[in-house]
C-alpha cells in the first residue's frame, strides 16, 4: 500500500496558538486530500477536501478561517488549526488520493490537545 | 440523507470465537464500501473494501465481509478471533461508478473487546 506521513503525531499547544498540521503522500501524487476529524470515542468525521493548486471545500459546520489548508503541492499538504481553542482537541487524519484511483489511503493521525 | 449505521457500540466475544460485525447503509446510488480498523492511537487500515462483482469480498487478517443489496448491509465476519483483532472497527461508503468522488461517510464504529 501508499506510505503516509503526517507531522507530528502528537502535538500539545495553550489555547489561541495556531498550529500546522503536515501530510505527506511518499510514494505517489495525491492529487486530492481529504482531512477528517476525529473526536475521542467517536467516528471520523470529514472537514474538507482540497485538490492540488485549488482552494478547498469546507463541509457543512467546518470554519474555513478556522481550519487552512494548503495543498501547493502533489506531496505535500497542510492543515493549520488557527487561534486554537480546547474544543479543537481532536485526532486529525489526513486522506491522500491519486487522480481518480479508488484506493483510500490514510495518515496515520495527530493527536491535538489544546490546553 | 446518506449515512452509515453500525448497530453494535461494543462486542466481546472469547478467543477462538467467530464474529459478525454489523454495517447498514443507506445510499442514493452504487455505493463502495470499506471496513477499516484502528487500534488505540493509531490511524486506520484496510481490512477489505467492495466496489462491484463477488459479493463475498476477502480481506486480511482473515476477515471477509458480505454485500447485500436487497439488505443494505455489509457485515464483517471472521470465523476464529485472536486476541490481536481487539480494536475499533469501522464501515465506510463511499459513492461508486462514475459518482466516485473519493469522500467517505464512516459508521459509528464497533469496539471489539476479546476474552482469554
Known amino acids: 500500500g501508499a506510505v503516509v506521513s503526517q507531522h507530528p503525531s502528537r502535538v500539545i499547544c495553550k489555547s489561541g496558538t495556531s498550529v500546522k498540521i503536515e501530510c505527506r503522500s511518499l510514494?505517489?501524487?495525491?492529487?486530492?486530500m481529504f482531512w477528517y476529524r476525529q473526536f475521542p470515542k467517536q467516528s471520523l468525521m470529514l472537514m474538507a477536501t482540497?485538490?492540488?493548486?485549488?482552494?478547498?471545500?469546507?463541509e457543512q459546520g467546518v470554519e474555513k478561517d478556522k481550519f487552512l489548508i494548503n495543498h501547493a503541492s502533489l506531496t505535500l499538504s497542510t492543515l493549520t488549526v488557527t487561534s486554537a481553542h480546547p474544543e479543537d482537541s481532536s485526532f486529525y487524519i489526513c486522506?491522500?488520493?491519486?487522480?481518480?484511483?479508488?484506493?483510500?489511503?490514510f495518515g496515520p493521525g495527530t493527536r491535538l490537545t489544546v490546553l | 440523507a446518506q449515512s452509515v449505521t453500525q448497530p453494535d457500540i461494543h462486542i466481546t466475544v472469547s478467543e477462538g470465537a467467530s464474529l459478525e460485525l454489523r454495517c447498514n447503509y443507506s445510499y442514493g446510488a452504487t455505493p463502495y464500501l470499506f471496513w477499516y480498523v484502528q487500534s488505540p492511537g493509531q490511524g486506520l487500515q484496510l481490512l477489505l473494501k467492495?466496489?462491484?462483482?463477488?459479493?463475498l469480498v476477502q480481506g486480511i487478517k482473515g476477515f471477509e465481509a458480505e454485500f447485500k443489496r436487497s439488505q443494505s448491509s455489509f457485515n464483517l465476519r471472521k470465523p476464529s478471533v485472536h486476541w490481536s483483532d481487539a480494536a475499533e472497527y469501522f464501515c465506510?461508503?463511499?459513492?461508486?461508478?462514475?459518482?466516485?468522488?473519493?469522500?467517505?461517510?464512516f459508521g459509528q464504529g464497533t469496539t471489539l473487546q476479546v476474552k482469554p
Open positions: 465506510a461508503v463511499g459513492a461508486g461508478g462514475s459518482s466516485n468522488t473519493g469522500k467517505l461517510i
Open positions: 482540497s485538490n492540488e493548486g485549488s482552494k478547498a471545500t469546507y
Open positions: 510514494d505517489f501524487q495525491a492529487t486530492t
Open positions: 467492495y466496489f462491484s462483482g463477488d459479493t
Open positions: 486522506s491522500p488520493r491519486a487522480g481518480a484511483s479508488l484506493e483510500q489511503f
